[in-house]
T-cell receptor, first 112, second 115 residues
Framework: DQQVKQNSPSLSVQEGRISILNCDYTNSMFDYFLWYKKYPAEGPTFLISISSIKDKNEDGRFTVFLNKSAKHLSLHIVPSQPGDSAVYFC???????????FGKGTTLSVSS | NAGVTQTPKFRILKIGQSMTLQCTQD?????MYWYRQDPGMGLKLIYYSVGAGITDKGEVPNGYNVSRSTTEDFPLRLELAAPSQTSVYFC??????????????FGSGTQLSVL
């Protein structure tokens, strides 16, 4: 059973607008969440993370929000740029975990 | 620094053949991981290692073997290739365990087709 769910396989946004990518999780033991970005023919690269003791973390154009009661997190990209077009993976870990657990990914397309 | 390096980038195997996917990292990371990504799916953990000489199974270990004789290298072995092993394989590493809020660094992947 999937512990990390990204229910939107794809998202299309115009350049300059906000992109919102969503992620839900089922395991209440998860306490650290990460977003990875992946371009075709490349490996995933770390983008931003958030600990469960916070509800928001910001890094430039990227902000991650965490709602622990809803077991939901979201990645906001403002403003979106064509270079942001990629697959975005949500991942989670726990203090008892041995590796990151990944969602299926959301393909973001930003058109100019 | 090169980071995590995987070879080969592409490979086509016939059913029943064997091969080794190479992975090396130059960051002196203790932890190394092998994931596979099938189309439209997330990354699934095959095997991981917490240090030289220590390996353990992940979520989908069947059909694979690993070894960790040095800190730098973590090869993945396919003994009898099957079409179900057609996938993109990613090697990753981290200095500390993910239980300490650590992030993983990934290689560029090996695209494997078994025909």
């Amino acid at each position: 059973d999937q512990q990390v769910k990204q229910n939107s396989p794809s998202l299309s946004v115009q350049e300059g607008r906000i992109s919102i990518l969503n992620c839900d999780y089922t395991n209440s033991m998860f306490d650290y969440f990460l977003w990875y970005k992946k371009y075709p023919a490349e490996g995933p690269t770390f983008l931003i993370s958030i600990s469960s003791i916070k509800d928001k973390n910001e890094d430039g154009r990227f902000t991650v929000f965490l709602n622990k009661s809803a077991k939901h997190l979201s990645l906001h990209i403002v403003p979106s740029q064509p270079g942001d077009s990629a697959v975005y993976f949500c991942a989670a870990s726990s203090q008892a975990g041995t590796a990151l657990i990944f969602g299926k990914g959301t393909t973001l397309s930003v058109s100019s | 620094n090169a980071g995590v390096t995987q070879t080969p980038k592409f490979r086509i195997l016939k059913i029943g053949q064997s091969m080794t996917l190479q992975c090396t990292q130059d960051m002196n990371h203790n932890y190394m991981y092998w994931y596979r990504q099938d189309p439209g799916m997330g990354l699934k953990l095959i095997y991981y290692s917490v240090g030289a000489g220590i390996t353990d199974k992940g979520e989908v270990p069947n059909g694979y073997n690993v070894s960790r004789s040095t800190t730098e290298d973590f090869p993945l072995r396919l003994e009898l290739a099957a079409p179900s092993q057609t996938s993109v394989y990613f090697c990753a590493s981290s200095y500390l365990t993910v239980a300490t809020n650590e992030k993983l660094f990934f290689g560029s992947g090996t695209q494997l087709s078994v025909l």
